[in-house]
């Protein structure tokens, strides 16, 4: 084979394995998976994300035969992944604690969103653009899993859980944009990510008013005084 014939490959067809289906498609899957969080789910294509992934036209859209295909099996994947991530271990953390510790879910948001960039963008891509019911497997049972927080005692009874839920998630995800902007190296990273839950956390246990000086706030609320 001529050098010439060897550089026109694709840089992904070297690492591909041509023999197995299951492989092929998480290739594609991972192409379209950085097209997603690139550009978002109206920029899928299979004929692009076939490129991106050094596969044959052809062999992509036998696993996908329509883009519809492509971006379904791509925000199904990358929900499984969040889902195996933070509950994964969920019935051996249910023998020690009643409820899904609220620091060590803040700290598995931070890492998961620091540590896969390009997924927590897809799948907050795929959240935010869902009209009706959000029916994704992680998003349901983080809110469960709110609700039931809320029930046990162990959060605020007044907690609008589905708000709460969109604004400790879109943070957390987020987050990673604002750090790869301004860190300067690993270091900078953790520290950064390290001032995000310390301050998620300070928020949610205490809030950011002093409720003494806000009065008219507490009556719009229902509160007549302060809390202790």
């Known amino acids: 084979m001529s050098e ?14 041509n023999t197995d289906p299951e492989s092929t498609r998480k290739e594609i899957l991972q192409a379209a998976l950085e ?23 052809g062999t992509a859209y036998q696993h996908f035969p329509t883009r519809e295909d492509l971006t379904h099996a791509t925000t199904a994947w990358v929900s499984e ?12 953390l249910s023998e020690k604690n009643e409820v899904y510790p609220a620091d060590l879910a803040q700290e598995r948001l931070s890492e998961f969103a620091m ?25 349901t049972r983080y809110v469960k ?19 709460f839920a969109f604004i400790s998630l879109s943070s957390a995800l987020l987050w990673p944009i604002w750090v790869g902007a ?11 990510q390290r001032r995000f839950v310390d301050e998620m956390m300070r928020l949610t246990l205490f809030g950011s008013l002093e409720p003494s000086v806000h009065t008219e706030l507490l009556e719009r609320f229902g509160k007549t005084t302060a809390p202790d």
Do not use: C
């Open 81 to 92: 992944r969040i889902y195996e991530e933070f509950y994964g271990d969920f019935e051996e």
């Open 4 to 17: 010439s014939s060897k550089s026109s490959k694709s840089p992904n067809s070297s690492r591909r394995n």
């Open 35 to 57: 097209v997603l969080a690139k550009d978002g789910p109206e920029s899928l294509s299979v004929t692009q994300v076939a490129r991106l992934a050094g596969v044959n036209r």
């Open 115 to 139: 540590n896969n960039p390009e997924l927590s963008r897809a799948w907050l891509f795929d959240v935010m653009s869902t009209k009706g019911v959000v029916t994704d497997p992680f998003w």
């Open 145 to 163: 899993e709110l609700e039931a927080f809320r029930k046990s005692g162990y959060g605020r009874q007044d907690i609008d859980v589905e708000v």
């Open 182 to 192: 301004h860190a300067k190296n690993s270091k900078s990273r953790k520290k950064m």
